[in-house]
């Protein structure tokens, strides 16, 4: 049995939007921008998507860029609204510790620039408080980005209310909604929120294609990709119009279903939790009220998550520790750091993310194995030895 529980990393490809995506390879395979019928129909097909984008996150299509995928759509909008504060002689950004790396390596990129960053601490629940935002928003201040739930935890955080105190102190609000789209309901224009990533392979979209909202006369975008006029100038490249029709059915159809989908991988969800947890030395990341339905992310004490991840590899079951882009680096998850874990336990974390395409037989599965793979690998660790003799001690 093969069960993918990593759709945190990557989703498959829903068949809606692979039929999508076909016609556009060989029938309407023209650049948008030229000017003849085969030209017209890709650049209609590309328009409509557009429209997709902008009723389902409540805003214009004239406020959506289409971008390389999520990585770029982050680093577009904080260049933005950095370029934007700077004019203003504002140079101060607020954060949080446990931001995606395509938001905090573009930060740290901007103060080497001159820019200040401020990164807010991570509670043990694994949601900030919107206060803990207007606690750090100076007068210089020109960008709030916190995002939407977070990938490796599935933590989500109070984005309305932070929008709320965004907007009525006059600072441009950034989220990064990747994990949250598809799962949870968003609304820019009722959230306060200025501007919003989007990354379509997080939600049965195809990989290469993300989604830039900025709300008109919040930011003015500044490229990061110099080249033709294509999306008003603001980012140069043919448009990848198979790609972005794809995005734009896979968004489309999850939509439709955000509520069942929802509450049947809750179900699923919990049914994790519950069994795993029952595992001696374990823990539950970050609280299970503000979660994403298909996150779940644990630790336990005396192994390693690679030797977990490589085991239950052989059972069938696809997970991860940590996010995609930590894992094969031998240090601990900078989310996992930020909650206060100690090393040590944080190397023990394991990462199930399941999506509307998993199903109850796969969680059997999952809790049928496990716990007999932990209990090997305390078997043969030193570590656990040492914490079963009392040399040293349980921390979880
Ligand atoms: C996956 C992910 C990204 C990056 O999106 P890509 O399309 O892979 O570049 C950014 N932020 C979060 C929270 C993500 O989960």
Known sequence: MRVYADNAATTAVSDTAVKAM????????????????????????????????????????????????????????????????????????????????????????????????????????????????????????????????????????PIPEIGAICR????????????????????????????????????????????????RGAVSLMNVIYGGAQERGKRAGTENIAGIV????????????????????????????????????SILNGEQEHRLPGNVNLCFEGIEGESLLLLLDQKGICASSGSACTSGSLDPSHVLLALGLPHEVAHGSLRLSLS??????????????TPGIVEYLRNISPVWDELETGSLKHVI
Request: net charge negative.
């Open 246 to 281: 794809g995005a734009s059915a896979a968004f489309d159809e999850i939509c439709d279903h955000l509520e069942e989908n929802a509450a049947k991988v809750t179900v699923l969800r919990d049914r994790l939790i519950d069994g795993l947890t029952k595992i001696p030395h």
């Open 356 to 369: 509307e395409y998993n199903t109850a037989e796969e969680i059997d599965h999952i809790l049928a194995v």
């Open 22 to 157: 076909l016609p556009c390879f060989q029938e309407f395979y023209g650049n948008p921008s030229s000017l003849h019928t085969v030209g017209q129909e890709a650049a209609e097909r590309l328009s409509l998507a557009r429209q997709v984008f902008a009723k389902r996150l409540n805003c214009d299509p004239s406020e959506i860029t289409f971008t390389s995928g999520g990585s770029e759509a982050d680093n577009q909008a904080l260049r933005s609204a950095a370029a934007a504060g700077a004019k203003k002689n504002k140079r101060h950004i607020i954060s949080t510790e446990f931001e995606h790396h395509a938001i905090l390596h573009t930060l740290e990129q901007l103060s080497k620039e001159g820019f200040e960053v401020t990164l807010l601490p991570i509670p043990k629940s694994g949601v900030i408080s919107a206060e803990q935002v207007r606690q750090a928003i100076r007068p210089d201040t020109c960008l709030v980005t916190v995002m939407f739930a977070n990938n490796e935890i599935g933590t989500i955080q």
């Open 168 to 215: 009525e102190l006059g600072v441009p609000f950034h989220t990064d909604a990747v994990q949250a789209a598809g799962h949870l309901p968003i609304d820019v224009r009722a959230m306060n929120i200025d501007l919003l990533s989007l990354s379509a392979h997080k939600f049965h979209g195809p990989k290469g294609v993300g989604v830039l909202y900025v709300r």
